[in-house]
């Protein structure tokens, strides 16, 4: 089992910038990804990034080159930054852990709105 909590949403004008944070209660070192995806109300959970254990991103072609993942194994966190936010950007964040081609583990969400 691997429990997960995000961190960092909140309210931000558009243009602005935000960090989330998911702290695991396990090492990530070995998992074979990680990944932020987020859901707006009334719409399906989407993808918006991924890291591998290698460090290999991806990235949902919406938030390409405004978004960057990255992990931290030695405190169990993966985080997303996010700038130039846009209104479209407003949604519940979600992470999650891929251990292994088996397991899936969701955290419980952050709420991200952006508004002026």
């Known amino acids: 089992q691997v429990q997960l909590v995000e961190s960092g949403g909140g309210l931000v004008q558009p243009g602005g910038s935000m960090r989330l944070s998911c702290t695991a209660s396990r090492s990530i070192n070995s998992f074979k990804n990680m990944g932020w995806y987020r859901q707006a109300p009334g719409k399906q959970r989407d993808l918006v990034a991924v890291i591998t254990s290698g460090g290999s991103t991806n990235y949902a072609d919406s938030v390409r080159g405004r978004f960057t993942i990255s992990r931290d194994n030695a405190v169990n966190t993966v985080y997303l930054q996010m700038n130039s936010l846009k209104p479209e950007d407003t949604a519940v964040y979600y992470c999650?852990?891929?251990?292994?081609?088996?397991?899936?583990?969701w955290g419980k969400g952050t709420p991200v709105t952006v508004s002026s």
């Open positions: 999650k852990a891929e251990p292994n081609f088996v397991e899936s583990y």
